[in-house]
């Protein structure tokens, strides 16, 4: 008889019960993908960001196609805290996984303000901290880039919700190390390591940028390799669970950045040609695990071999 793997693992007080979520933007709210996906499968579904009030997002076009990955400049289109509760919540709470929900602001205050919001709603499985945008109150400084504003922003957080903050760390530093520790010391429970790389494409035949918002952020294979430094560095510097996101194709893509320190991956533009890919993974997981006589996924975190 088969031994029981196991594959669930821990962020904060949520358990998973396998390591594999989706990345906030590329799975709508959940119930698009309904059809498609066993959600229940999942370790956790994580929504599109969602700030205070409805947001119309960029005019397009918002996504273009590049060598490996995407671009994209959709602007943060979304309906608010109270749109969410009325039209997604209602599906997504009966899910037997969890929902994490992915949040931003452009002030402090309302980053916390959301984070009540869904403190008092009951039900949610964690936030997640988009700290990749600007704040208007200081010159549209991005959170995510300033030491001081990300302790802030976590802190404020942290001071409103007993849910697990996951705290999703901009790739746009120099060393991601310090903002990690600050991210960590202000009350995250967990780091989502990352999100996309500023970017940009031109139409030479019309000399026009091919992005109505003529730069956005770029995603896919293409940026796998630096965001597995990403983690890498990240990982040796906390010690919350690292969510490791950033060109994940299949398991093998998973299980690279779990030995680089995730503890767990979600899956985000191999969704929109493979809408299984996240389910596709954890087979896959499981799969390796089996073939290498490894009982607990945990085993698989930060376990590369570096010989000097
Ligand atoms: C179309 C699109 C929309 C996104 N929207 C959000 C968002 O609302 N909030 C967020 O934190 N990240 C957003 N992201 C970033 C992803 O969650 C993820 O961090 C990034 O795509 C890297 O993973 P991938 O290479 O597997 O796509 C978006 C990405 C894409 C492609």
């Not at 007080?13 to 933007?25: E, H």
């Not at 698009?32 to 947001?55: H, M």
């Not at 990240?234 to 919350?240: E, F, I, L, R, Y």
Request: hydrophobic residues 45%; glycine residues 10%.
């Amino acid at each position: 008889m088969k031994e029981a793997l196991n594959l669930s693992v821990q962020i904060g007080s949520l358990k998973l019960q396998n390591p594999v979520t989706v990345a906030s933007g590329t799975f709508g709210y959940g119930e698009e993908y309904a059809r498609l996906v066993d959600l229940n499968q999942l370790g956790a579904v994580t929504v599109k960001g969602i700030r205070l009030g409805p947001v119309r997002g960029n005019p397009t076009p918002r996504t273009v196609e590049v060598a490996s990955g995407l671009i994209n400049a959709i602007g943060l289109q979304g309906p608010g805290v109270d749109g969410f509760i009325q039209k997604y919540w209602p599906f997504l709470k009966n899910l037997k996984v969890p929902a994490i929900i992915n949040i931003w602001g452009t002030t402090i205050e309302e980053y916390a303000e959301v984070a009540q919001r869904f403190d008092a709603l009951g039900g949610v499985g964690a936030l997640e901290l988009n700290v990749s945008c600007p704040n208007i109150k200081e010159g549209g400084a991005q959170f995510g880039t300033d030491l001081r504003l990300l302790s802030q922003v976590v802190a404020a957080c942290r001071k409103v919700t007993t849910l697990p903050l996951i705290t999703k760390m901009s790739p746009n530093v120099v060393n991601i190390a310090p903002f990690a520790k600050a991210a960590e010391d202000a009350g995250s429970d967990a780091l989502a390591v990352t999100n996309s790389y500023p970017a940009m494409a031109i139409d030479i035949e019309t000399r026009k940028p091919k992005l109505a918002n003529i730069t956005g952020g770029l995603t896919g294979p293409a940026i796998k390799p630096i965001a597995m430094k990403l983690v890498w560095d990240a990982a040796k510097s906390v010690k919350v669970p690292i969510i490791a996101m950033g060109g994940i194709q299949n398991a093998a893509d998973a299980i690279e950045f779990m030995m680089a320190g995730a503890t767990a991956v979600a899956i985000g533009t191999a969704n929109f040609y493979e809408p299984r890919t996240a389910l596709n993974v954890v087979v896959g997981i499981r799969d390796y695990m089996e073939r290498k006589g490894i009982r607990d996924v945990h085993e698989l975190t930060g376990s590369v071999h570096i010989t000097k």
